[in-house]
C-alpha cells in the first residue's frame, strides 16, 4: 500500500441486489488496502428475492428460500458493515448520508435504493388495493385470500360469494402475470379445501396496455396470453384502472366503464423509486425519477454512482433505458465497483457499462413459464413452457448462491426445484 493513504469512505444506499453485488465486488477489488470503510444501509434487516414473492402469495414460496439476513450476510466481512436504518435525505454539499438513525459521511456514494409500487397518482387504488412488492405484501395477499374462502364457505347469497371469490390482478407486466399463473393454480386448491364450487371464482388480470408484458416481443406476448387463458384467467388489456373500493374495482376500457365486484384487488401495475432516490433527483440530473448515468455510471455529480432500478442509462444504439431486471442490477453493479475501486487507487474511472441482456424467464404457476435466452441484437430463442420453468429457476440459483453463500445453496436449491404448495396455512 502506498504511504500516506487516507481512509476512503464508500457508502451505498440499499441492499437489493444491485446494492449487496456491488459491496461485495468493491471488497474484493479493495481487498489489499487498509483505511477502506464500505457502509451498506437498507431500512429492512433481510434481503428479499423479489422475482419470486408470486410463490410466497399462494403458499409455494418459503422465506427461507426468499428472504435471507444481511447481517449474517457480511458476518464475515471485515471491510463492510451493514447498518439497518432508512436514509431520509443525502447532503451532497457535505457528502454526508442522513439516517432515522445515524448520519454517514461518504467519499464515494453509491444509490441502489430500488423502487416501490406506482399507484399513478389513483388515491382509491393507493387506500383500497393490496401492493404487492415486497414479502409481507404476498403475506398480506395470501392471508386475504383465505379470508375471503373462509368467508364466502359460511355463506348462502350467490353473488356475494362471487364477489369474495374475485380475485383482481392490476398490472400485467412480469411480476402481475407471475402472480395471476399463481392464484389460477392455488384457487382450485382452495375450492376443495373450503368445499366451494369453482365456478364461483375469477381470477382477473388487467393493464392499460394493448398486450401482457409489452416489453416483450409479440410472439412472447401472445404466448404468455394463451397460457394464462388456458389456466383460466380472464384477461383484460386497454384497461384503465379509474378506481378502487373495498368492494369493487372500476376501470375504463374503449370507452366504456367497467366495475367488477370484488373484495380483492391486487396492486402490481408498475413501479417508480424509492422516495430517496425521488428526492435526490431534484438535485441530479434526472428522467422519471430515475437518476441519469454517465457511461461510468457515475451521475452528474462524479463522486455519487447510480445503479440498479435508480439508473436511467440508454446504451450506445438504443432508443431506451436499460430494463429494471436483475441482469442489468448485477452487471451495473460489478462496474460501478470496479470504478470506484480505480479511483480509489488513484487511477481515472474510465470503464463504460456495456449492458448485455441474456434473455427472461417468467413463471406461470409451479409448472409453466415463458422464457427467451441468446445474446441481444444477435440471437435469441424462445424456450417451452416447461425448460422455461426448469431455466427460471436455475438462473435463480445461479445470481443467489454466490452472494449469499454456499451454507445457503441448499435451502435456495430446495426453494427452487422442491418447494410444494402449502393450502392449510
Same mark, same amino acid.
Given at each position: ?10 457508502? /451505498? ?18 481487498s ?15 434481503f428479499?428475492?423479489?422475482t ?6 399462494? &403458499?409455494? &414460496? ?7 439476513? #444481511? ?13 439497518? *436504518?432508512?436514509?431520509?435525505?443525502? *447532503?451532497?454539499e ?7 438513525v445515524?448520519d =454517514?459521511?461518504?467519499? =464515494? ?11 399513478? &397518482? ?21 392471508k ?12 348462502? *347469497? ?5 364477489? %369474495? %371469490? ?12 407471475? %402472480? @395471476? ?12 379445501? =373450503? ?11 388487467? *393493464?392499460a396496455a ?6 416483450l416481443?409479440n410472439? %412472447? ?8 387463458? +388456458?389456466? &383460466? ?9 379509474v378506481?378502487?373500493?373495498? +368492494? ?5 376500457q ?5 366495475t367488477?365486484?370484488?373484495?380483492t ?7 417508480? !423509486? ?7 433527483a ?5 428522467r ?43 452487471? !451495473?453493479?460489478?462496474?460501478? @465497483? ?7 487507487t ?6 463504460? =457499462? ?15 413459464? /415463458? @422464457?427467451?435466452?441468446? #445474446?441481444?441484437?444477435l440471437?435469441?430463442?424462445? #424456450?417451452? !413452457? ?8 436455475? /438462473? ?14 441448499l ?7 422442491? @418447494? ?6
Amino acid at each position: 500500500m502506498r504511504q500516506g493513504f487516507q481512509q476512503k469512505n464508500i457508502v /451505498i444506499i440499499g441492499a437489493g441486489f444491485s446494492g449487496i453485488l456491488c459491496a461485495q465486488r468493491l471488497e474484493k477489488r479493495t481487498s489489499r488496502l487498509k483505511n477502506i470503510s464500505i457502509t451498506l444501509i437498507d431500512k429492512n434487516p433481510y434481503f428479499t428475492m423479489r422475482t419470486e414473492i408470486h410463490a410466497a402469495a399462494t &403458499g409455494r &414460496g418459503k422465506p427461507e428460500g426468499i428472504q435471507y439476513d #444481511l447481517a449474517e450476510t457480511f458476518a464475515d466481512s471485515p471491510n463492510v458493515s451493514f447498518f439497518c *436504518d432508512e436514509v431520509t435525505d443525502i *447532503d451532497f454539499e457535505n457528502k454526508v448520508v442522513k439516517g432515522n438513525v445515524n448520519d =454517514y459521511t461518504y467519499d =464515494y456514494l453509491v444509490i441502489a435504493a430500488g423502487s416501490q409500487p406506482n399507484f399513478f &397518482g389513483i388515491e382509491s387504488a393507493k387506500e383500497n388495493a393490496l401492493p404487492f412488492w415486497t414479502f409481507d405484501d404476498a403475506m398480506a395477499v395470501k392471508k386475504q385470500i383465505n379470508d375471503c374462502f373462509k368467508k364466502a364457505a359460511e355463506l348462502s *347469497d350467490e353473488e356475494e360469494i362471487k364477489k %369474495l %371469490l374475485t380475485f383482481c390482478v392490476v398490472g400485467a407486466g412480469l411480476t402481475g402475470v407471475e %402472480l @395471476a399463473g399463481e392464484l389460477a393454480e392455488y384457487i382450485p386448491m382452495l375450492c376443495v379445501k =373450503y368445499k366451494l364450487p369453482q365456478g364461483y371464482t375469477k381470477v382477473l388480470c388487467i *393493464d392499460a396496455a394493448p398486450r401482457c408484458i409489452p416489453n416483450l416481443t409479440n410472439k %412472447l406476448s401472445t404466448t404468455c396470453s394463451s397460457i394464462l387463458t +388456458e389456466m &383460466g384467467v380472464e384477461l383484460q388489456m386497454n384497461a384503465k384502472v379509474v378506481d378502487v373500493t373495498p +368492494e369493487a374495482l372500476v376501470y375504463e376500457q374503449l370507452g366504456k366503464t367497467v366495475t367488477v365486484p370484488s373484495c380483492t384487488v391486487v396492486w402490481s401495475a408498475g413501479i417508480t !423509486s424509492e422516495d430517496i432516490t425521488i428526492k435526490a433527483a431534484q438535485t441530479l440530473d434526472s428522467r422519471n425519477n430515475r437518476i441519469v448515468n454517465l457511461e461510468t455510471l457515475q451521475s452528474s455529480d462524479p463522486n455519487v454512482f447510480v445503479i440498479g432500478d435508480n439508473m436511467y442509462y440508454v446504451a450506445k444504439g438504443k432508443d431506451y433505458p436499460v430494463p429494471q431486471m436483475v441482469e442489468n442490477t448485477e452487471q !451495473s453493479s460489478v462496474l460501478a @465497483a470496479d470504478n470506484i475501486a480505480d479511483l480509489i487507487t488513484g487511477h481515472k474511472a474510465k470503464r463504460a =457499462y456495456k449492458p448485455a441482456m441474456h434473455g427472461c424467464m417468467i413463471s406461470l404457476g409451479a409448472k409453466k413459464g /415463458i @422464457a427467451y435466452a441468446g #445474446l441481444e441484437n444477435l440471437f435469441m430463442i424462445q #424456450l417451452p !413452457s416447461i425448460p422455461a420453468q426448469l431455466a427460471k429457476r436455475a /438462473i435463480n440459483v445461479y445470481f443467489l448462491v454466490p452472494v449469499f453463500g454456499l451454507k445457503n445453496a441448499l435451502p435456495i436449491a430446495k426453494h427452487e426445484f422442491l @418447494a410444494k404448495r402449502d393450502v392449510e396455512n
